[in-house]
């Protein structure tokens, strides 16, 4: 059984397709790393969608967010950083 995940962004009112996830073939480390990963570039996927300037900023705090970091970190095994 197939347990792929396809990841959305919203972005200027459209769904946008950000990612893939194989976690039926993967660790769930590594599943988790995908989706750290794809959430970073996220302001990447906007640009290209043609998002700037207010929109990008209203978009941010859905990304960039001291939980979000937090994960990255642990992802990465910086378990020591605050």
């Known amino acids: 059984m197939s347990s792929d995940v396809l990841v959305y962004v919203e972005l200027g009112g459209d769904d946008v397709l950000a990612g ?7 660790r769930g480390s590594e599943s988790a790393s995908d989706v750290a990963t794809v959430c ?3 302001r990447v996927t906007a640009r290209r969608n043609g998002l ?5 900023d209203a978009m941010a705090p ?6 979000a970091d937090q994960a990255r970190r642990v992802i990465h095994g910086d378990t020591d950083a605050p």
Not at 52 to 56: E, N, R
Not at 62 to 67: G, L, R, T, Y
């Open 52 to 56: 700037a300037g207010a929109q990008l």
């Open 62 to 67: 859905a990304f960039e967010h001291d939980q």
């Open 40 to 42: 970073s570039s996220w």
């Open 20 to 26: 893939q996830l194989f976690s039926h073939r993967r």
